[in-house]
């Protein structure tokens, strides 16, 4: 795996192009898919409105982040079928080590699915952890998505850069909570996963330590 080829985008934003070599996105899908038997995909729905996501979801690890009519929150459990999520797999908290540094184990690994060309995600901040100092560990496998990034405001000057199979992304320090969304897919630029569409695994710190 390359870590040296690694850009600042803006102060605490850091993309790693081609982080993942093809031979381990390969391993890494299948490790993610077959956790999808204890962790299963489903559709979260907004807070209030219950609108559903474009994306499916699901997560590893102690802490997952949902979505509900309620509002948004970590809890143990999996919110369809009530058992303890999947394990976080090693493999990514090895990276988690290597490029945080962060002194204490991620305790979420979000995944969203976007499976056809419709699914993206609008402008967010992620601030439902206590541990704020922890950066944010984005992978993307499968199709290329087109990113965007904000400023701490839902108003202000954006940019848009591309996400790549294999690319991660580090989101932390001053842009930590910097709003940030995916405007759209890139279909069939992947054929890491089957039937087309995009994972992206982000790698949470939520309690502090
Ligand atoms: C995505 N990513 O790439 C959505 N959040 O599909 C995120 O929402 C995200 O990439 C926090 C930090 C990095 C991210
Ligand atoms: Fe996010």
């Given at each position: 795996m390359e870590k040296l080829d690694r850009l600042t985008v803006?102060?605490?934003v850091r993309i790693f192009p081609g982080l993942i070599d093809a031979p381990a996105q390969k391993v890494l899908i ?59 797999p090693?493999a990514l908290l090895t990276l988690w080590n290597e490029l945080t540094g ?33 950066p944010?560990l984005s992978l993307s496998l499968g199709?290329s ?16 850069f591309r996400l790549n199979s294999g690319d991660g992304l580090i ?19 992947s054929?890491l ?7 992206n695994l982000?790698l ?6």
């Open positions: 803006s102060e605490g299948g490790e993610v898919a077959a956790l999808f038997v204890q962790s299963p995909l489903y559709r979260p729905v907004m807070p209030g409105s219950g609108t559903p996501f474009r994306v499916e979801q699901t997560c590893f690890g102690p802490l997952g982040w949902v979505s509900d009519r309620s509002g948004y929150r970590y809890q143990p459990y999996h919110p369809v079928t009530g058992q303890e999520w999947a394990t976080i090693p962060y002194p204490a184990p991620p305790e979420c690994c979000l995944v969203n699915f976007y499976r056809g060309d419709q699914a993206k995600m609008g402008l967010h901040q992620d601030r439902d952890e206590p541990a704020l100092d922890a944010v199709d998505a087109l990113f965007r990034l904000g400023g701490s405001t839902r108003k202000g000057p954006t940019r848009s989101f932390g320090g001053p842009a930590r909570l910097s709003f940030h969304g995916i405007d759209r897919l890139y279909p069939d630029t054929r996963i089957d039937g087309g569409g995009r994972i982000t949470r710190r939520v309690t502090r330590p």
